[in-house]
C-alpha cells in the first residue's frame, strides 16, 4: 500500500541539541509540505518543496532546516535555534499542482525536556 | 496573518442533528476550498472539497457550502454520528507562486453525542 510514514512517532530532545523527524512516501509525488500543530493554532506551514532538490521556506520556517536529497524523503531538522519546538509535526505530499490530494503522515510528536 | 479562519473552537452536536461548521477567509485569490478531518495523534485526511466556481458539492452525509461575496464556506453533516467527533479544519489555497501550499485554519472540535 502506498503511503506516506513519519518516524519517529514520539521523540524527545534535550535543549541545545538539534533533531532531524523523518518523512518518507511511495505515492510518487513531487510535492511534499512540513507543518506544525499546537495547540489552538492549527497547522502552519514550515517548508515545502515541490520538486527534488528544491524548497521554500513557509509561515514559520525559522529554527527548522530541510533537506530534499530523493523524491520520496523531505526530513526536517529542528535546530537549537528553534525557541518553542515542542509540539506535533505532520509531513503531507501531494502531486504538483494539485491541492486535493493532500495525503499526510501520522505526525510525530516532538517534546523538550 | 491568519487568512483562514475558524471562529468555534468547539462545537456539540446530538446524534442525528445537522453539524455545521463555519470558516471564513480573508484572501480574495483562494480559489480552492477543503475539508479535513483529524483525530488526536493522527494526519488529517481529506474529507471534502469545493472549487470557487461552484457554490455547493456534496458528498454523502458532507456538504460543503461556498459563498464567495462574504468570503464564508460551512461544512454540514446529515446526520451526525459519533464517530464524527473529531477535529475539523478548513484549507485553502490558490494556483500562484504560493506552491500550491494548503492555508489552514485552527480548527473545529466537533463532539457528536448518542
Known amino acids: 500500500d502506498g503511503g506516506i510514514t513519519q518516524s519517529p512517532k514520539y521523540l524527545f530532545r534535550k535543549e541545545g541539541q538539534n533533531v532531524t523527524l523523518s518523512c518518507e512516501q511511495n505515492l510518487n509525488h513531487d510535492a511534499m509540505y512540513w507543518y506544525r500543530q499546537d495547540p489552538g493554532q492549527g497547522l502552519r506551514l514550515i517548508y515545502y518543496?515541490?520538486?527534488?532538490?528544491?524548497?521554500q521556506k513557509g509561515d514559520i520556517a525559522e529554527g527548522y532546516s530541510v533537506s530534499r536529497e530523493k523524491k520520496e524523503s523531505f526530513p526536517l531538522t529542528v535546530t537549537s535555534a528553534q525557541k518553542n519546538p515542542t509540539a506535533f509535526y505532520l509531513c503531507?505530499?501531494?502531486?504538483?499542482?494539485?491541492?486535493?490530494?493532500?495525503?499526510f503522515g501520522s505526525g510525530t510528536r516532538l517534546t523538550v525536556v | 496573518d491568519q487568512q483562514v479562519k475558524q471562529n468555534s473552537p468547539s462545537l456539540s452536536v446530538q446524534e442525528g442533528r445537522i453539524s455545521i461548521l463555519n470558516c471564513d477567509y480573508t484572501n480574495s485569490m483562494f480559489d480552492y476550498f477543503l475539508w479535513y478531518k483529524k483525530y488526536p495523534a493522527e494526519g488529517p485526511t481529506f474529507l471534502i472539497s469545493?472549487?470557487?466556481?461552484?457554490d455547493k458539492n456534496e458528498d454523502g452525509r458532507f456538504t460543503v457550502f461556498l459563498n464567495k461575496s462574504a468570503k464564508h464556506l460551512s461544512l454540514h453533516i446529515v446526520p451526525s454520528q459519533p464517530g464524527d467527533s473529531a477535529v475539523y479544519f478548513c484549507?485553502?489555497?490558490?494556483?500562484?507562486?504560493?506552491?500550491?501550499?494548503?492555508?489552514f485554519g485552527k480548527g473545529t472540535s466537533l463532539l457528536v453525542t448518542p
Open positions: 518543496s515541490q520538486i527534488v532538490n528544491d524548497f
Open positions: 484549507a485553502a489555497s490558490r494556483d500562484s507562486n504560493s506552491g500550491y501550499a494548503l492555508n
Open positions: 503531507a505530499s501531494s502531486i504538483r499542482g494539485r491541492t486535493d490530494g493532500y495525503t
Open positions: 469545493i472549487s470557487s466556481i461552484k
